[in-house]
Structures are given as C-alpha cells and as structure tokens.
C-alpha cells in the first residue's frame, strides 16, 4: 500500500546542535508505528519535523506531494498532531477544546457545522471525555487532560496521527485506553505514529517499530526483530530481560549498563 | 440515541448570557457617548444633545456638542475601543491574561516618538505624520519585545524588557521636550505622559482614525489563530494557524492602533489590560470570543474615564490617563498577585 507520509533523508537542526540525521521513515494506512529510544535520542524532533512544525534537510511527501507544496490548512487536514505535556493556555471547556481540532475544517463562518458537532461529539465519546464536556480543562487531572488532547485530535479526522508521548501521565488502564483508540483508527485507515517510553506496551501495539538512537534510525522492524539485547544494550545502554509471556514480548530492565 | 446527542450538543453553542453580552455592551458604550457630550461645564439635557447634533438648537449648545465634545466623544470611544482590542489580541498571542500594550511600553514608544517630531518642529501637532511617527515607535516598540519574547520566553523576561522600553521611551519623551525651544515644554510633557482627551477637535479625529480603523481590522482577522493558541505554538501552527504571519498583523496592528491614539491624546494606560480581563468570564475564556466585548468594553471604560475627570471638582481638569491608571495599577497589581506562580513559568 502506498504511503501516506513518507520521509528522505529527513534531518533538523536545533539552534547549532544536529538533533536528527539521514531518516527515511514511511507511515502506511492501516499501520500502527510505535517510536521508542533512549532521552535525546531526537524522538520528538522527528515528529516535530514529520508534522511539518520544524524545517531541515530531506524531503517529506503527503502522499506524492511534497509537504511543502501543500498548504498549512489542507497539511493541518491530513495530520494531527498530538504535542506531549497536553498544556492548555486558557481555562476552555473540554468540549470547545476538542472543537479547535475542527480549525482546519472551518469554512469562514464562525460557529460549527454539522460535520463538525458530530465529529466533536464523537471524539468526545470515544475517549470517554462526554461525561465532563462542560468543564473547564485547567480543573482536569493529568489522565483527564491527555484523553481530551487526544479527542482534539481526533476531533479533525486526520488520516495521519503523530502523536508525542501521548500515555505519559495516564494510569495503566488509560495507557490501554488510549492505545486501543490509536489502534483503532490505524485500523479504520489511519496511518498512525506514537512515541512511547514503556518498551513492553511498544512491543504490545506497535506493528512496527522504530528505535531512534543519537538522531538516527538505529533499528527498525517487528518487535521481536528490534527488541532484542544487543539493541537494548547499545541503545539504552540496559541489560534487559525478554520474555514472551502468553504470546506478549515483555521487556523487563534489569540494570544500567 | 437522538434524544442522547441532543441535549449534549448544546455544549457546542453559545450560553445564553454570552449572546446578550455584544448588544448589552454596544448599548452600554452609546449610552456613554451621549452622556460624554452632555457632561461638563455646562450640563446639557438629552433633548439640547439631540438638537446641537442635529444642528436644529440655539448656536451655543451646537457649539458645545458639535465642536468641543463630540470628538472628545468621538476619540474617547475609538481609542479605548482599539486598547480593548490590542490588550485581547496581545494576551490572545502570548496566551497570558497579564499582556497589555502598555506592558509593551506601545504608548510610551509611541509618544516619544510624537514628541520627537513636535519638539524639533518638523511638523506642527495636527501633522498626518504624528501618527505616524507615534506608529512607528509603537511599532519599534511591540516588535522589539516579541523579537526578545521569541516563542518560548518568559513572561518575566517580557515584563523586566517592557519596563525598561517604557523607562527608556519616558525618559527620551522628557528630555525631547526639555530641549526643545518650546516655553509650554512642561505643560506638553504632562500631556504626552498622561494622556488625555481634553480640547480635541475634529481635525485630531481625521488624522487619528484612519490609524485606529486599520488597526483594529488587522486586529480582528486572528481571533481563530489566538482560540488555536490555547494549545500552544506548536499544536497551533499543525492546526494550519502560520504564527509568523499572526505575530505581525498583531505588532502591526497593535503599533497602527496605539499610535493613532497616542498621536492625539497621549499615553493612557491599562485599558488595555483591564478591558479583556472585565469581559473574560463571559465568554468562557475563548480568547477569540473575547475580542468584540474586550473592545466595547475598551470603549465604555475611557468614555466612562474621560465623563469622571469632567465632573470630579479641581483646579484644572484631571488627565484620563491618570483615572485608568487610578483604576488600573492596583488591578494590575491584583493580577499579578493571583498569577504570581505562573509568572516564572514558561509563556509558551
């Protein structure tokens, strides 16, 4: 199938330090691509750079087109992006938070359509974020507020998801939550990529794998291809247990190396 | 399932109190503008205010309504419209409720930059290029302060560099007029520190609008980009908002709407701090809905100010700049105080 965002020998560079280097990455429809590596590794300058948000060398395409050759709003179409840390400035409702993810949908006229209540709604609903919709999102808990910048998100509908940590606050059940519903619009179309620390629910979701080390692709492939010792050692610098447990690859770090 | 979904998108629409809150307000700020031209000196009753509009009454209450209060009416609700809208724009760009073009030291800039061209006599006060000039010192000013803010500074970092363009600005006003070969010096210094509204004429109106008018336009296209800022620069910019074009409309239109007014009544400050900060409440925060009440409340304020300096009893008329700030510091103050833990935050 052919892809929906695809990066050539993408590289950034961040005030005089290189963070990112010679990446070729493609992200298909139907495909669930889980970004793992070591603090500085450049995980987020390759997302900041895949959603258009930084400029550098390589080329990235939108389909066949050149990212830049598409203009801000139709590229703000087609990928969501999802920053980590889930801030919110103003003390908005949730429910007209989750509406700015209809911002690139607008058509001149000031309140929503139907398309867009009905989109909000249902990122509202699937995220389980409905039942406080009227409250205002500076009273949230950490949990709470990721699940609605995610529900923002999917609010635009985007064909492509880059999302940034986007587990990092939430407890275990909503880490499964949230994972379920990237997963879910991987399945429904959606190209979707997420960064994530915890190296056993990478293994769990990701169809594919990416592990970034000092600003390039250090391994890539199947879980059980990339997560194995040797990897873990010379990338995180860990010695690592792993285990299949009832079919699961289960990454337990053992120590620092 | 129909009767689930709909009540719940009423979550979507406008409460009901935000609907009335733009009428109410334009009301409120009519309302004012005929009380401004019947307040002072001689109080006149609505019917002499209609009939010296009109032009239909005796020759000294068209006079007095035509010639002195109407564009003190006029300047009064044009300029703390603009401050209203530069303070919402301003705190909608830097998404801190603490930004206000005086923070910015705009008014101070732009007066120096007014009295740079009166003091050397290049051209006499009712110049098209006072406004300009104050223009360009707002906008020296403004763009200064978002080039040190860049994307990530500090809110500190912009108050500590605002007090400083505003000190510095303060100072070159005070020493361009001690130099200048002007016996009323003293007196124009406390016009241009203070501001006020007092004695305008028609032609202060003419070459003042223009400047506000087109600052106030470029000001009203981001309200979309300022509700997108509410997730930060990054998610802003991926929702298609492109800041670089946002910030300079906004220093722009910021620096086009300031210096009109300072160019014809001075520097009057906290307008716009306290506009946008009145009217938040009611429009649930939304720093786009926020811009229409933020500059009728704008409006409504110095109309209100510039009424209060006519009837409070003094030797000389008090300055309006000197009622906002009154009204303004020890709110400002309060501010500060409740966002004193956010202020070593990151505004980005």
């Given at each position: 199938m052919a892809a929906l965002l695809r990066a050539e020998g993408v590289g950034a560079t961040l005030g005089r330090r290189h963070i990112l280097g010679g990446v070729d990455l493609a992200l298909t429809a139907g495909e669930f691509v889980v970004v793992i590596g070591p603090n500085g590794a450049g995980k987020t300058t390759l997302v900041r750079r895949l959603a258009g948000l930084l400029d550098g060398e390589g080329a990235i395409y939108l389909g066949d087109q050149k990212a830049e050759a598409v203009s801000p709003r139709l590229r703000a179409r087609k990928i969501g992006y999802l920053p980590q840390g889930h801030v919110f400035h103003w003390p908005l409702s949730v429910a007209d938070v989750v509406a700015l993810g209809r911002i690139p949908h607008a058509t001149g006229a000031r309140d929503l359509g139907v398309e867009d209540r009905a989109a909000v709604l249902a990122a509202l609903e699937a995220t389980g974020t409905l039942e406080f919709a009227d409250r205002s999102v500076t009273t949230l808990s950490g949990g709470e507020r990721a699940r609605v910048a995610l529900a923002r998100v999917l609010a635009g509908e985007p064909q492509i998801i880059l999302a940034d940590e986007p587990v990092a606050a939430l407890d275990a059940r909503y880490q499964f939550v949230v994972l379920d519903l990237l997963r879910a619009r991987a399945r429904a179309g959606a190209a979707v990529m997420a960064v994530l620390h915890d190296l056993s629910l990478a293994a769990r979701y990701a169809d594919r794998l990416v592990m970034m080390d000092g600003g390039r692709i250090g391994a890539e492939g199947l879980p059980e291809a990339v997560l194995t010792r040797e990897n873990l050692a010379s990338t995180f610098g860990i010695r690592a247990r792993i285990d299949t447990v009832e079919g699961q690859l289960v990454v337990t770090p053992q120590a620092a190396l | 399932m129909d009767t689930l979904t709909a009540p719940r998108s009423d979550l979507l629409r406008r409460p009901a109190a935000s609907r009335w809150l733009v009428p109410g307000l334009v009301a409120l700020v009519f309302v004012l503008f005929l009380l401004s031209l019947g307040v002072g000196p001689v109080l006149l009753p609505l019917r002499a205010v209609v009939d010296g509009l009109l032009g239909t009454g005796d020759e000294a209450a068209r006079l007095i309504v035509r010639e002195i209060r109407l564009p003190r009416a006029i300047l009064s609700v044009a300029i703390g419209f603009s401050l209203g809208?530069?303070?919402?724009s301003l705190q909608g760009l830097l998404r801190n409720p603490l930004a206000s073009p005086s923070l910015f030291g705009a008014p101070s800039a732009a007066a120096f930059g007014a009295v740079l061209v009166i003091a050397f006599g290049v051209f006499d006060a009712l110049s098209v290029f006072l406004p300009m000039a104050a223009m360009l010192g707002a906008l020296l000013s403004v763009?200064?302060?978002?080039?040190?803010?860049?994307?990530?500074?500090?809110?500190?970092?912009?108050?500590?560099?605002?007090?400083?363009i505003s000190s510095l600005a303060g100072a070159a006003t005070s020493l361009a007029l001690n130099l200048a070969p002007n016996p009323f010096a003293a007196l124009e210094i406390a016009f241009w520190l203070l501001g006020s509204l007092e004695d305008r004429s028609m032609q202060h109106v003419f070459i003042a609008l223009p400047f506000i008018v087109a600052g106030c336009l470029l000001l009203f296209v981001d309200g979309r980009a300022f509700r997108a800022l509410t997730l930060g620069e990054d998610a802003a910019a991926s929702l298609g908002i492109q800041l670089n074009r946002v910030r300079l409309r906004v220093v722009l239109g910021v620096a086009l709407a300031v210096g009109g007014g300072v160019a014809v009544a001075g520097t009057i400050g906290f307008v716009g701090l306290v506009a946008p900060h009145l009217v938040r409440p009611f429009v649930r925060h939304d720093p786009a809905r926020l811009m229409w009440p933020a500059a009728l409340a704008g409006a409504a304020l110095l109309t209100a100010a510039?009424?209060?300096?006519?009837?409070?009893?003094?030797?000389?008329?008090?300055?309006v700049g000197v009622v906002t700030a009154l009204i303004g510091a020890p709110l400002f103050i309060g501010l500060v105080f409740r966002h004193r833990r956010g202020l070593t935050g990151e505004v980005a």
């Amino acid at each position: 199938m052919a892809a929906l965002l695809r990066a050539e020998g993408v590289g950034a560079t961040l005030g005089r330090r290189h963070i990112l280097g010679g990446v070729d990455l493609a992200l298909t429809a139907g495909e669930f691509v889980v970004v793992i590596g070591p603090n500085g590794a450049g995980k987020t300058t390759l997302v900041r750079r895949l959603a258009g948000l930084l400029d550098g060398e390589g080329a990235i395409y939108l389909g066949d087109q050149k990212a830049e050759a598409v203009s801000p709003r139709l590229r703000a179409r087609k990928i969501g992006y999802l920053p980590q840390g889930h801030v919110f400035h103003w003390p908005l409702s949730v429910a007209d938070v989750v509406a700015l993810g209809r911002i690139p949908h607008a058509t001149g006229a000031r309140d929503l359509g139907v398309e867009d209540r009905a989109a909000v709604l249902a990122a509202l609903e699937a995220t389980g974020t409905l039942e406080f919709a009227d409250r205002s999102v500076t009273t949230l808990s950490g949990g709470e507020r990721a699940r609605v910048a995610l529900a923002r998100v999917l609010a635009g509908e985007p064909q492509i998801i880059l999302a940034d940590e986007p587990v990092a606050a939430l407890d275990a059940r909503y880490q499964f939550v949230v994972l379920d519903l990237l997963r879910a619009r991987a399945r429904a179309g959606a190209a979707v990529m997420a960064v994530l620390h915890d190296l056993s629910l990478a293994a769990r979701y990701a169809d594919r794998l990416v592990m970034m080390d000092g600003g390039r692709i250090g391994a890539e492939g199947l879980p059980e291809a990339v997560l194995t010792r040797e990897n873990l050692a010379s990338t995180f610098g860990i010695r690592a247990r792993i285990d299949t447990v009832e079919g699961q690859l289960v990454v337990t770090p053992q120590a620092a190396l | 399932m129909d009767t689930l979904t709909a009540p719940r998108s009423d979550l979507l629409r406008r409460p009901a109190a935000s609907r009335w809150l733009v009428p109410g307000l334009v009301a409120l700020v009519f309302v004012l503008f005929l009380l401004s031209l019947g307040v002072g000196p001689v109080l006149l009753p609505l019917r002499a205010v209609v009939d010296g509009l009109l032009g239909t009454g005796d020759e000294a209450a068209r006079l007095i309504v035509r010639e002195i209060r109407l564009p003190r009416a006029i300047l009064s609700v044009a300029i703390g419209f603009s401050l209203g809208l530069a303070g919402a724009s301003l705190q909608g760009l830097l998404r801190n409720p603490l930004a206000s073009p005086s923070l910015f030291g705009a008014p101070s800039a732009a007066a120096f930059g007014a009295v740079l061209v009166i003091a050397f006599g290049v051209f006499d006060a009712l110049s098209v290029f006072l406004p300009m000039a104050a223009m360009l010192g707002a906008l020296l000013s403004v763009g200064l302060l978002l080039l040190i803010a860049g994307p990530r500074a500090s809110l500190l970092v912009i108050i500590l560099a605002g007090l400083a363009i505003s000190s510095l600005a303060g100072a070159a006003t005070s020493l361009a007029l001690n130099l200048a070969p002007n016996p009323f010096a003293a007196l124009e210094i406390a016009f241009w520190l203070l501001g006020s509204l007092e004695d305008r004429s028609m032609q202060h109106v003419f070459i003042a609008l223009p400047f506000i008018v087109a600052g106030c336009l470029l000001l009203f296209v981001d309200g979309r980009a300022f509700r997108a800022l509410t997730l930060g620069e990054d998610a802003a910019a991926s929702l298609g908002i492109q800041l670089n074009r946002v910030r300079l409309r906004v220093v722009l239109g910021v620096a086009l709407a300031v210096g009109g007014g300072v160019a014809v009544a001075g520097t009057i400050g906290f307008v716009g701090l306290v506009a946008p900060h009145l009217v938040r409440p009611f429009v649930r925060h939304d720093p786009a809905r926020l811009m229409w009440p933020a500059a009728l409340a704008g409006a409504a304020l110095l109309t209100a100010a510039d009424i209060l300096v006519r009837i409070i009893p003094a030797q000389n008329e008090i300055k309006v700049g000197v009622v906002t700030a009154l009204i303004g510091a020890p709110l400002f103050i309060g501010l500060v105080f409740r966002h004193r833990r956010g202020l070593t935050g990151e505004v980005a």
